[in-house]
C-alpha cells in the first residue's frame, strides 16, 4: 500500500469511533498469552489501541498495560472502555514513553499502519532487553463456505485477507532493512492461530463490516452498494438468516524477540 493510501486507511477509523467500540470483535485470550509467553517482565504497550479491544483482554490476562492511540476519537472510546490503564495520545513512529521501560510491544490489527522504518527503531528503543513485539490479527475463517461466500460478494475492501504472514511481512520490512540500525536487533519471526468467535446478528455483522478501512474510504454511493449486497447475501444464508449466529474467526499471532 502506497504510503499517501496508507495514512488515508489508518486516519479514517475516528470518523466510525463508537461504531468501532460497539461492534468490532476482542482477541482470543489465547492468542494475547501466546504473544506474551516470552516477554521477560509483565509491563506491556498496546500500540495503536484503538477503543482498547486487545488493552481489555491484556488487562484481563493481568499485564500491566499502558495504551498508546493517535486518533483523539479512538482514544476517548478507550478510555472509556477501560478506564483503568494509562492511555496516551501518541504513534507508533514517536512512543511517548522512555527508553527500555516496556517487557513487549503488541499491535491489535494496527502494525501494518506503522511505517516501520520509524517504529521499528522506536520499538527497539522501549523495549527491554529480550522484550516481545507482536502483531495480532482477527479474520473471518474463510475456510468456513458461508464466510467464503461472504468474502466473494464483500470483496476485499469489506473482509481484508487471512493471510496474516503476508501482513506481517509488509509491516516489517523496516525492521530488516540495515539502514535502520536494528535488523539485528530482532530474532527470525514465528507465527500461530487461534480460533475465535463473535456473536452476531446479519445487522451487527455489517455494522461490524463498515467499520473496516475499505469501507470507510469508499465513495458513498459505492459503499452503500456493497453493504447492500452483503446484506442480500446474509438474508439468503440458512446459517445468517434468522437471530444470532457465530461469525468463525481466527486471531492470528506474529511475534519477534528483541535480541
Same mark, same amino acid.
Not at 504497550?45 to 476519537?73: F, M, Q, R, S, Y
Not at 468474502?151 to 506481517?168: H, K
Not at 539502514?179 to 539485528?184: D, E, F, L, P, S
Not at 475465535?196 to 446478528?201: L, V
Given at each position: 500500500?502506497?504510503?499517501d493510501?496508507? @495514512?488515508?486507511?489508518?486516519?479514517?477509523?475516528?470518523?466510525?469511533?463508537?461504531?468501532?467500540?460497539?461492534?468490532?470483535?476482542?482477541?482470543?485470550?489465547? /492468542?494475547?498469552?501466546?504473544?506474551?509467553?516470552?516477554?521477560?517482565?509483565?509491563?506491556?504497550? *498496546?500500540?495503536?489501541?484503538?477503543?482498547?479491544?486487545?488493552?481489555?483482554?491484556?488487562? &484481563?490476562?493481568?499485564?500491566?498495560?499502558?495504551?498508546?492511540?493517535?486518533?483523539? /476519537?479512538?482514544?476517548?472510546? @478507550?478510555?472509556?472502555?477501560?478506564?483503568?490503564?494509562? +492511555?496516551?495520545?501518541?504513534?507508533?513512529e &514517536?512512543?511517548?514513553?522512555? *527508553?527500555?521501560?516496556?517487557?513487549?510491544? =503488541?499491535a491489535?490489527? &494496527?502494525?501494518?499502519?506503522f511505517?516501520?522504518?520509524?517504529?521499528?527503531?522506536?520499538?527497539? %528503543?522501549?523495549?527491554?532487553?529480550?522484550?516481545?513485539? +507482536?502483531?495480532?490479527?482477527?479474520?473471518?475463517?474463510?475456510?468456513?463456505d458461508?464466510?467464503?461466500?461472504?468474502?466473494?460478494?464483500?470483496?476485499?475492501?469489506?473482509?481484508?485477507?487471512? *493471510?496474516?504472514?503476508?501482513?506481517?511481512? /509488509?509491516?516489517?520490512?523496516?525492521?530488516?532493512?540495515?539502514?535502520?540500525?536494528? /535488523?539485528?536487533?530482532?530474532?527470525?519471526?514465528?507465527?500461530?492461530?487461534?480460533?475465535?468467535?463473535?456473536?452476531?446478528?446479519? *445487522?451487527?455483522?455489517?455494522?461490524?463490516?463498515?467499520?473496516?478501512?475499505?469501507?470507510?474510504?469508499?465513495?458513498?454511493?459505492?459503499?452503500?452498494?456493497?453493504?447492500?449486497?452483503?446484506?442480500?447475501?446474509?438474508?439468503?444464508?440458512?446459517?445468517?438468516?434468522?437471530?444470532?449466529?457465530?461469525?468463525?474467526? =481466527?486471531?492470528? !499471532?506474529?511475534? !519477534? %524477540?528483541?535480541?
Amino acid at each position: 500500500m502506497e504510503q499517501d493510501v496508507r @495514512l488515508l486507511h489508518a486516519s479514517s477509523f475516528g470518523a466510525a469511533a463508537a461504531s468501532y467500540a460497539e461492534h468490532r470483535p476482542d482477541y482470543a485470550p489465547a /492468542a494475547a498469552r501466546w504473544a506474551l509467553e516470552h516477554a521477560p517482565g509483565p509491563r506491556v504497550l *498496546d500500540l495503536g489501541a484503538g477503543t482498547g479491544k486487545l488493552t481489555a483482554a491484556l488487562v &484481563a490476562l493481568g499485564a500491566e498495560v499502558i495504551a498508546v492511540e493517535p486518533d483523539p /476519537a479512538m482514544l476517548t472510546e @478507550l478510555r472509556r472502555a477501560v478506564p483503568t490503564v494509562r +492511555a496516551l495520545p501518541g504513534n507508533a513512529e &514517536a512512543i511517548p514513553l522512555p *527508553d527500555a521501560s516496556i517487557d513487549a510491544v =503488541l499491535a491489535g490489527n &494496527a502494525l501494518h499502519w506503522f511505517d516501520m522504518s520509524v517504529a521499528g527503531p522506536e520499538i527497539a %528503543r522501549v523495549l527491554a532487553p529480550g522484550g516481545i513485539l +507482536a502483531g495480532l490479527w482477527n479474520v473471518m475463517d474463510n475456510r468456513v463456505d458461508w464466510v467464503a461466500g461472504l468474502e466473494r460478494v464483500g470483496g476485499s475492501a469489506a473482509i481484508g485477507s487471512r *493471510d496474516t504472514f503476508s501482513s506481517w511481512r /509488509a509491516a516489517t520490512t523496516g525492521l530488516h532493512r540495515p539502514h535502520t540500525g536494528v /535488523a539485528a536487533r530482532f530474532g527470525s519471526p514465528e507465527q500461530a492461530e487461534f480460533p475465535h468467535g463473535q456473536r452476531r446478528t446479519a *445487522d451487527s455483522l455489517v455494522a461490524t463490516l463498515a467499520t473496516r478501512a475499505g469501507l470507510l474510504v469508499m465513495p458513498e454511493q459505492e459503499r452503500r452498494a456493497t453493504l447492500s449486497r452483503i446484506r442480500a447475501f446474509l438474508a439468503s444464508r440458512p446459517e445468517t438468516n434468522e437471530g444470532e449466529f457465530t461469525l468463525p474467526m =481466527l486471531t492470528g !499471532v506474529l511475534r !519477534v %524477540r528483541q535480541l
